[in-house]
Structure formats: C-alpha cells, structure tokens
T-cell receptor
Framework: TQLLEQSPQFLSIQEGENLTVYCNSSSVFSSLQWYRQEPGEGPVLLVTVVTGGEVKKLKRLTFQFGDARKDSSLHITAAQPGDTGLYLCAGAQEDSNYQLIWGAGTKLIIKP | KAGVTQTPRYLIKTRGQQVTLSCSPISGHRSVSWYQQTPGQGLQFLFEYFSETQRNKGNFPGRFSGRQFSNSRSEMNVSTLELGDSALYLC???????????????FGPGTRLTVL
C-alpha cells in the first residue's frame, strides 16, 4: 500500500498545454519534496514545501502544499518537450525519523 | 564538486548469485541511502547509513545488506539473487538527516541489475 498516491500514473500531452499532477495521502507530512527523473539518471530535486498552503513557483512549474499538509500538486503551464520525465513526490514524517516516503511517480510525456 | 557516482552502471547476474554495488557520495556528505526502483512501484527504501552506522532500514529481506566506510563510501550486497531483484538500484547522499525539511537528496545515476 502506497502511503503517497500519485495521479495520474501516466500523462501524454501536446506541447503548449497545461497540466496538473497530484500527490495525495491520508497522512500528515512535515515536508514534501518533488523530484524529476529523466531516463538513465537519478531523480533531481525540484522543490521542497514545508508550510501548509505554501505555493512555490519554479519558472512554469507551480507547486502547492495542501493546507492540512496531506497532499500536494504540481502544475505546469505551457508544457515543453523538456518537461518530459518521471515526476516523483516524497514526504517526510517526524514519526518515521524523517525517512522519506515516496510515491510511485507520474510519467509525463510532452509531444512536440 | 563531483556528483554521486555508482558502479557498475549495468550488471547481469543469474539466480542464486550474489552481487555488490558501490556508491561514492558527494564529498562532505555523511548520509547515504539506497533505493530499489521498479516500474510502477516507485522508489522502495532499502537502508540509510550515517557515519558508518545503519540508521534506518526498509522492509527488505536479510538478503539485502549494506555497509558504509569511514570515507562515507557505501556498498550494498544482495545474496542469493532472485528474478524479482531485477531493478534499478539508486544511491543518494545528503549532508545530514535525510528527509529533514529542506534537506535534499542527491542521487547517482543508478545501477541497472538484471537477474536471469
């Protein structure tokens, strides 16, 4: 059973479209991280959100942490082929000695 | 600063064999974590080492073991390989406590293990 559920599992859209991917849980997290992984490489951190309701922007990417710190979303505006990759969310819980809990990921393909 | 390096990058073994994977963290990083990644399962946490001590452990059988050396380099070993052990094994290093707010994990490119 995944403590962090990511949806959709797979998304293929045209360049220029907008999209949102979700990371949901019934558990509370002290922080949540988003990573992007490209083929043949390890995940790379995009952002860390800590405060409930927090919104962070990274160019065309907008990350939001839910008010109750149980969920998060990643919104991409005007997607580009370079956004293609596997997007992973990972949450830290104080109860688990801050060991990160990972979602299964959303595989995103942006077609030119 | 050099990134996290993992060797070998690719490995093919047969059932019943054992394998050792190596990870060199970023200089100055003392925490090293190991993950198994398979399609649809995401990253499954194996264990974390800090200053040569295993600090956290995931839910994997005893066939999976690891260690960390005084220079923070780490190895993981899988004995009596099974077909289901085929996966990408990722190593990540961080300066201190993995998962601390704002504490980033830096990943290596992984070792692709295929068990035939």
């Amino acid at each position: 059973t995944q403590l962090l559920e990511q949806s959709p599992q797979f998304l293929s859209i045209q360049e220029g479209e907008n999209l949102t991917v979700y990371c949901n849980s019934s558990s509370v997290f002290s922080s949540l991280q988003w990573y992007r992984q490209e083929p043949g490489e390890g995940p790379v951190l995009l952002v860390t959100v800590v405060t409930g309701g927090e919104v962070k922007k990274l160019k065309r990417l907008t990350f939001q942490f839910g008010d109750a710190r149980k969920d998060s979303s990643l919104h991409i505006t005007a997607a580009q082929p370079g956004d293609t990759g596997l997007y992973l969310c990972a949450g830290a819980q104080e109860d688990s000695n801050y060991q990160l809990i990972w979602g299964a990921g959303t595989k995103l393909i942006i077609k030119p | 600063k050099a990134g996290v390096t993992q060797t070998p990058r690719y490995l093919i073994k047969t059932r019943g064999q054992q394998v050792t994977l190596s990870c060199s963290p970023i200089s100055g990083h003392r925490s090293v974590s190991w993950y198994q990644q398979t399609p649809g399962q995401g990253l499954q946490f194996l264990f974390e080492y800090f200053s040569e001590t295993q600090r956290n452990k995931g839910n994997f059988p005893g066939r999976f073991s690891g260690r960390q050396f005084s220079n923070s380099r780490s190895e993981m070993n899988v004995s009596t390989l099974e077909l289901g052990d085929s996966a990408l094994y990722l190593c990540a290093s961080s300066p201190e406590v993995a998962g601390d707010p704002g504490d980033e994990q830096f990943f290596g490119p992984g070792t692709r293990l295929t068990v035939l």
